[in-house]
């Protein structure tokens, strides 16, 4: 199988939690996980992402709407594009 990932126009910039890492990693909260029992996460990507968990949350399985979507942008926006350019270059 041949798979081509493509965009017909300018890049519309990173977005959504992978999106952002790829563009620009960064390192978050962490949760200590104990050797044994129940646990509930409370790190939630907190300082790895843009905003905060909730703001990722979406409609429904195939929605590509939340708070920082870029999916149906035509263009990128110029500032973030530049930091992520920058971000790139460092890393």
Do not use: K, W
């Not at 990173?14 to 996460?41: I, K, S, W």
């Not at 590509?64 to 263009?75: C, H, I, K, L, M």
């Amino acid at each position: 199988m041949t798979v081509f990932l493509g965009r017909s126009g300018p890049p519309a910039g990173a977005h959504g939690v992978l999106g952002q890492n790829l563009a620009r990693p960064r390192d978050g909260a962490l949760d200590a996980y104990p050797e044994a029992g129940e646990y509930t996460t409370r790190a939630q990507a907190e300082g790895a992402l843009d905003g905060a968990f909730g703001d990722y949350a979406v409609a429904s399985p195939f929605a590509t709407g939340f708070r920082f979507s870029r999916f149906d942008a035509a263009e990128a926006d110029a500032g973030r594009a530049a930091a992520e350019a920058s971000a790139a270059a460092v890393v």
